[in-house]
């Protein structure tokens, strides 16, 4: 007898095709870029930087890696200084004046919210930034790749919006039982928005894994190098 084909296992054939189709999309990246790690440079200058299956495998890139090993290490531990350091700031100031703006009672909030989502639209440039961050010693320093991206306009103005969210009778109750603001936000609002603040901290914390042009810019001891701008 021929077995008939029901529309969950058509469903489910078309499915498992899919799936392989997008991990095969995924995997052929990751093992480019594998392979090209056991390019020389001279294969990579005559066939391009795409290479699935080398000519001659070379470990050159390897020999360089182990042999420059301690500053690898060092370059991982100012990275991870500043991912870790550096998100906990960003989640720390961000929520305090997404919190505050999201105050009805906070006077100027209007204008305040405009002022900052200004600075979203124009921002001071490459030259002042620079000045600035010279100017408060921060040349050389680790604090120079966090302090000046402490808050990411449009990230804070999302938080902000959740934080509208909540509803205000939550809020109300708490203070009928004596809750100042500081016990509102540690009590009612960031349990509330544990969802929010997680994504908020993820888009931080590959940002600042992520960054290298500031590191380039502020950076030039060898040890203060983060790992995006190790030599």
Not at 14 to 28: A, G, K, P, R, S
Not at 68 to 82: C, D, E, P, Q, V
Not at 155 to 167: E, V
Not at 176 to 183: E, K, S, V
Request: aromatic share 12%; proline share 3%; glycine share 6%.
């Amino acid at each position: 007898m021929k077995k008939k084909f029901s529309g969950e296992h058509i469903f489910q054939a078309v499915d498992i095709i899919l799936m392989c189709i997008f991990m095969f999309l995924i995997i052929i990246p990751v093992f480019t870029v594998v392979m090209t790690s056991f390019v020389s440079e001279a294969e990579i200058a005559r066939r391009g930087t795409f290479i699935i299956i080398p000519e001659d495998f070379d470990f050159s890139a390897y020999k360089m890696l182990f042999a420059s090993g301690k500053n690898i290490l060092r370059a991982y531990g100012n990275t991870l200084f500043r991912v870790i350091v550096g998100t906990a700031l960003n989640l720390l100031i961000t929520i305090s004046l997404a919190y505050g703006l999201s105050r009805n009672n906070l006077k100027g909030r209007t204008f305040l919210t405009a002022y900052v989502f200004f600075t979203m639209l124009f921002s001071g440039g490459l030259i002042p930034t620079f000045i600035l961050v010279k100017g408060l010693g921060l040349i050389d320093s680790r604090w120079a790749m966090v302090l000046p991206c402490m808050v990411n306009t449009w990230n804070l103005l999302i938080m902000r919006n959740f934080f509208c969210a909540i509803p205000k009778s939550l809020e109300e109750a708490a203070v009928i039982d004596g809750a100042n603001d500081l016990q509102i936000l540690s009590r009612v609002v960031l349990p509330l928005s544990k969802a929010s603040i997680a994504t908020i901290g993820l888009f931080y914390a590959v940002s600042h894994w992520n960054a290298w042009f500031d590191a380039m810019l502020y950076i030039n001891k060898q040890r203060r190098k983060a790992l995006a701008g190790c030599k």
